[in-house]
């Protein structure tokens, strides 16, 4: 998603503002790199699971960001939360291991065509 940013400018032969077309403000992470993101970080943790504020850390993402994003992960059966203690723990699932594998092979296939995927 991309965000409008309106730049002012200062003319000082005519002294008063110049309006400049609005800038298109490109977005760091796309939707689908953030999910992988989380997907990885549920990988490296294994059967144990990863809780939200370690993954919310590692994926730079906010609380609630992340809980939104791992809600949808286990929406599509890619991912499974357990109660751990005060904690709910994220555990990716076969399903969620195969999806991640062939989307690193789109990450691949993008990043050597030189795509934004």
């Given at each position: 998603m991309e965000?409008?940013?309106?730049e002012i400018s200062f003319d000082m032969h005519a002294r008063k503002p110049i309006l400049r077309q609005p800038i298109l403000k490109q977005q760091y992470r796309t939707h689908m790199g953030i999910m992988s993101e989380i997907l990885q970080i549920m990988m490296d943790a294994g059967i144990e699971g990863a809780i939200v504020s370690e993954i919310s850390r590692k994926a730079n993402l906010s609380y609630y960001t992340t809980v939104e994003n791992c809600q949808k992960l286990i929406n599509s059966s890619l991912a499974e939360s357990a109660r751990k203690r005060r904690n709910y723990v994220y555990v990716i699932t076969t399903k969620g291991i195969e999806f991640f594998r062939e989307l690193k092979k789109f990450?691949?296939?993008?990043?050597?065509?030189n795509l934004r995927y």
């Amino acid at each position: 998603m991309e965000s409008l940013k309106t730049e002012i400018s200062f003319d000082m032969h005519a002294r008063k503002p110049i309006l400049r077309q609005p800038i298109l403000k490109q977005q760091y992470r796309t939707h689908m790199g953030i999910m992988s993101e989380i997907l990885q970080i549920m990988m490296d943790a294994g059967i144990e699971g990863a809780i939200v504020s370690e993954i919310s850390r590692k994926a730079n993402l906010s609380y609630y960001t992340t809980v939104e994003n791992c809600q949808k992960l286990i929406n599509s059966s890619l991912a499974e939360s357990a109660r751990k203690r005060r904690n709910y723990v994220y555990v990716i699932t076969t399903k969620g291991i195969e999806f991640f594998r062939e989307l690193k092979k789109f990450q691949e296939i993008t990043q050597e065509m030189n795509l934004r995927y």
